[in-house]
């Protein structure tokens, strides 16, 4: 089932996530409808508060290896993820978030990270990652938290329109664009529901 993306603005996205302590049914179909929307949307990483759900899960889809065209995607859904080591090495890249669409931000990461965290069935898992797949983890670990990449980022873009004769948007590099203010927090809407080439990440 796809699942409503809350935007910037909504309390929940600003709330930091509970621990699950029970992984049962219903916390497997959670994570099946997160990734559904995940791929509905377009992006790579999803947690979540940003489904509305205030607790301690992300799912990420990202290619094995994102320098080669048609990759295999690989697949994550981590319930309780914690960063248990970070690398010296930072690197700036370009992040975008489902739930603050239509701007991009630079923001700068560490390289290589290690995750621990269990899987929908309840075994541990210990991730050793590096590059985008590193941002994207601590992208996403970041709204468990209740941080946006906006708290994070040196620069805030908002992508112009296409013009006529223009690469299409979905080919298009991360060059034309525009700076500007980060997104202002807006009151969530009552009743509001229960996120990539390799220049940006959307998550």
Known sequence: M??????IGDP?????AHKITQIDRDIRLLADDMLETLRDSGGVGLAAPQVGESIRMIVVEYPEDDTVEDS???TYKVINPEIIWRSEETVEGSEGCLSIPGYVGTVVRNESI??????VFGRPLKLNLSGWTARIFQHEI???EGICYIDRATAIYQPSEEKEGEQPAEEAQDTSV???KAPAEKPA????AP????EKTEA
């Open 114 to 119: 290690k995750v621990k965290g269990l899987s």
């Open 189 to 192: 809407a009552e009743g509001s």
């Open 2 to 7: 796809i699942l409503d993306i809350v935007e």
């Open 195 to 198: 996120s990539e080439a390799p």
């Open 142 to 144: 970041d709204h468990l």
């Open 178 to 180: 525009s700076e500007t």
């Open 72 to 74: 295999p995607k690989k």
């Open 12 to 16: 929940v996205l600003r709330r930091k």
